[in-house]
């Protein structure tokens, strides 16, 4: 563990007893990040430091070197980011060690989806991304008792979920390198491949809705730039579902009443 690595800005700002000395800009907690979490933009900050340990070279400087690492420890708000705090891989960290929860907002659920190289945008979805969802179909499907209705003969394409939060990939390329270096460990040679799932944040409700979609229609994703990203995850239950009690299940007649397929 890196508890070395820990620095508070408290104690390197060069107003704060530093005596005004060179200064150096480095990525830093701009919030507290538990260990085994992977890092976001929301998680990462930059401020201008001094401090002997600047000189280490095992800080980073832009917010795109440590988007996508993975923390070894429990990480406070403030903290200097260093590179033996991080880690490429996952299995690099005890598995042992994970929370014993996810950090869902109340209200909130974890769901995992199918995804692939065309549906999931190449592999290009990562941790603390948004996504947008696609469902395309025939109408038939919205058929009254089943009986195949002139008007319900063309095939719609309808954007239904925005900013979904991916908070899981699974199971993600292996990579099993330091952060800091290049060098595998215990001999493993790195791999890759696209994810094969998304672990997404919804409410029970929504999660109904997600669950027809994928039984019945063609469903994909789009990923959205991140200026258009939530400036913060949900924090507090949706009031149109506030819990997982407020699910009552859908079926074709609820799907098109709340998203209007056959009026398009």
């Known amino acids: 563990m890196a508890f ?20 150096t800009t480095v990525v ?54 260093t590179s033996d705090m991080l880690a490429r891989d996952i299995n690099l960290v005890p598995a042992g060690s994970s929370p014993a929860y996810l950090p869902l907002a109340s209200g909130y659920v ?8 065309q549906q999931g945008v190449a592999g290009h979805i990562s941790v603390g991304d948004y996504i947008t969802v696609i469902a395309s179909s025939s109408l038939q499907i919205f058929a009254s008792g089943g009986t195949p209705s002139a008007g319900l003969q063309k095939t719609v394409s309808k ?13 993600a390329s292996a990579n099993v390198q330091p952060a800091g270096g290049a060098a595998t460990v215990g001999g493993t040679q790195a791999t890759s491949g696209v994810t094969s799932s998304l672990t997404i944040e919804v409410t029970q409700c929504d999660a109904e809705y997600f669950t027809w979609f ?26 149109t579902c506030a819990t997982v009690e407020a699910a009552q299940g859908v079926s074709g007649k609820e799907v098109d009443a709340r998203f209007h397929f056959t009026s398009l």
């Open 110 to 117: 974890a769901m995992t989806i199918p995804t692939g190289e």
């Open 28 to 81: 830093v907690a701009k919030q507290a990040i538990p260990l085994r979490h992977t890092l976001t933009t929301a998680d990462l900050d930059v401020a201008k430091v001094s401090g002997s340990f600047t000189s280490a070279n095992n800080t980073y400087t832009n917010i795109s070197d440590v988007k996508g690492l993975i923390a070894e420890i429990q990480i406070s708000k403030g903290s200097v980011i």
């Open 4 to 23: 070395g690595g820990v620095f508070l800005l408290g104690n390197t700002l060069g107003g704060g007893g530093g005596g005004g000395g060179p200064t």
């Open 159 to 171: 954007t239904i979920f925005t900013n979904v939060h991916v908070i899981g990939l699974g199971p």
């Open 214 to 239: 994928l039984g019945n229609m063609t469903v994909r994703y789009t990923l959205e730039s991140f200026k258009d990203y939530l400036a913060q995850p949900p924090s507090a239950p949706d009031p």
